[in-house]
């Protein structure tokens, strides 16, 4: 949802999670295409960067901050 970068990223994502909507990182596009680094990505700068996709969700500040902490990453929310 978001292409903020850096700390407005995790800034963000820690917004979202304080009103309450579950967020998951997302890979983003890179070079016109997906982060994932799939050719053959069907889902292209829209699909979860975690293991157990959506079902990772989370409100943690924690967990986000592991998250978006210098990542390129979009954020999701579930």
Same mark, same amino acid.
């Given at each position: 949802? %978001?292409? +903020? /970068?850096?700390?407005?990223? +995790?800034?963000? @994502? /820690?917004?979202?999670?304080? +009103?309450?909507?579950?967020?998951?990182?997302?890979?983003?596009?890179?070079?016109?295409? $997906?982060? $994932?680094? !799939?050719?053959? $990505? =069907? %889902?292209?700068?829209?699909?979860?960067?975690?293991?157990?996709? *959506? #079902?990772?969700? =989370? +409100?943690?500040?924690?967990?986000? #901050?592991?998250?978006?902490?210098? @990542? /390129?990453? !979009? *954020?999701?929310?579930?």
């Amino acid at each position: 949802m %978001s292409a +903020l /970068r850096g700390s407005a990223t +995790l800034e963000q @994502a /820690r917004v979202y999670a304080k +009103l309450g909507m579950m967020v998951i990182p997302v890979h983003g596009i890179e070079a016109g295409k $997906c982060g $994932c680094k !799939n050719g053959q $990505c =069907s %889902s292209p700068g829209k699909h979860p960067r975690t293991p157990h996709g *959506i #079902k990772d969700a =989370s +409100l943690d500040s924690q967990i986000i #901050k592991d998250w978006f902490s210098g @990542a /390129r990453a !979009n *954020i999701g929310i579930v």
